[in-house]
């Protein structure tokens, strides 16, 4: 089938939109027709090489949508299912999945090598086979996608809603509720609310943590974060030493998240200064591959018993807490429709990076 989609076709250019060509779902695949696309930072990281991919790419990795063909095989979900889907995949039977680390299934090793779970292409385009962005390849109106990849949510779920679920805000909320280990009267420094900072600041309101401080320089973020939660904000990490010192009586905060654009290694000693006693520093941000220096006290490391601890997908199980996610939203106890800054078309999608980047967007949204 044909399908128009927004194709990468090299590093730092602009995705093109396009018709491209779409083959049907093979055994263990499903066809998809996406209902809506979050802009993630991530897919931006392909653009600068921060993520090295293969070229072409058809883009996107957080969407939602509803099954219109099953392959071979396929039992889980049937045409008309509504699904979400998840970007790292999980087989369920590696000895990561085996050990409930789901967001370390061995499959994940195939997200950002472009073509499909068995080496093959489903995208095609001016001649060339075109990979998919975490399996997914979200910026598309219709998608083929690997089972471990789909989580079935109910009936009548707002799919523009929770395709946010399927990267940013379970990333965000995980970082502190599961990496970071936060529990109720913690206190939590967020390092950069965007659309995955965000969700840090609402994990840490789930969680119960005492004091919540938001750090960013653009000030619209900050006034955002403090209607997702947070108690404190500061516009640089010096700032908010200042204001977890007092709070805590010296005692300084229990978790300090990173999600900023790009972690950059000069970010981890003042977040390390940030956390007290047995504190964690959580590095949820991705970094440049070919950095390898940080600069952090190891005399603090050692004699603080201080923590660094890398966070990828917030350290979740995508199959229990996609959809435990969207239950607490359904609760109201989870803010998703405030998560969108701007709704745009597939064609508008070089716009809304552009927005994303000069920080006028918690999240940008495509709907199709």
Request: glycine share 12%; charged share 20%.
């Amino acid at each position: 089938m044909k399908t128009k989609a927004a194709v990468l076709w090299g590093q730092h250019q602009k995705w093109e939109v396009e018709e491209v060509e779409l083959d049907p779902p093979k055994a263990g695949e499903v066809l998809v027709k996406l209902t809506a696309s979050g802009l993630c930072h991530s897919d931006e990281h392909l653009v600068t090489g921060d993520i090295p991919i293969p070229f072409p790419v058809v883009g996107g990795h957080e969407g939602a949508g509803t099954v219109v063909e099953v392959g071979e095989g396929v039992t889980d979900v049937e045409v008309g299912d509504s699904v979400v889907l998840s970007f790292l995949p999980a087989c369920g039977r590696c000895s990561y999945c085996a050990r409930g680390m789901t967001n370390l299934c061995d499959l994940g090793g195939s997200i950002i090598l472009g073509p499909q779970l068995d080496g093959t292409y489903r995208f095609h385009a001016r001649g060339e086979d075109v990979g998919q962005m975490c399996v997914l390849g979200t910026f598309s109106e219709y998608t083929v996608v690997p089972m471990a990849s789909v989580v079935k949510v109910d009936d009548g779920m707002a799919l523009d809603k929770a395709a946010l679920v399927g990267c940013g805000v379970t990333t965000g909320v995980g970082s502190v509720v599961r990496t970071a280990e936060v529990k109720a009267g913690d206190t939590v420094v967020v390092m950069g609310v965007g659309g995955i900072g965000m969700n840090a600041v609402q994990g840490a309101k789930l969680a119960g943590a005492r004091y919540i401080v938001a750090v960013d320089p653009v000030e619209f973020k900050r006034t955002k974060a403090m209607e997702f939660g947070a108690t404190h904000t500061a516009e640089s990490m010096d700032a908010a030493w200042d204001i977890v010192s007092q709070l805590t009586r010296g005692q300084l905060a229990d978790a300090c998240v990173i999600t900023t654009g790009v972690a950059e290694g000069e970010y981890i000693a003042p977040a390390l200064g940030l956390v007290g006693k047995r504190g964690r520093v959580v590095v949820t941000a991705i970094g440049h591959p070919e950095e390898l220096a940080v600069s952090a006290s190891l005399f603090e490391l050692t004699l603080y018993e201080k923590q660094i601890r890398g966070a990828l997908f917030g350290s979740s199980n995508p199959q229990h807490d996609i959809p435990r996610l969207l239950e607490l939203y359904n609760l109201g106890r989870l803010k998703l429709d405030e998560l969108v800054t701007r709704e745009y078309r597939l064609e508008d999608i070089n716009q809304g990076y552009q927005d994303m980047l000069e920080g006028r967007n918690i999240r940008g949204l495509i709907r199709f």
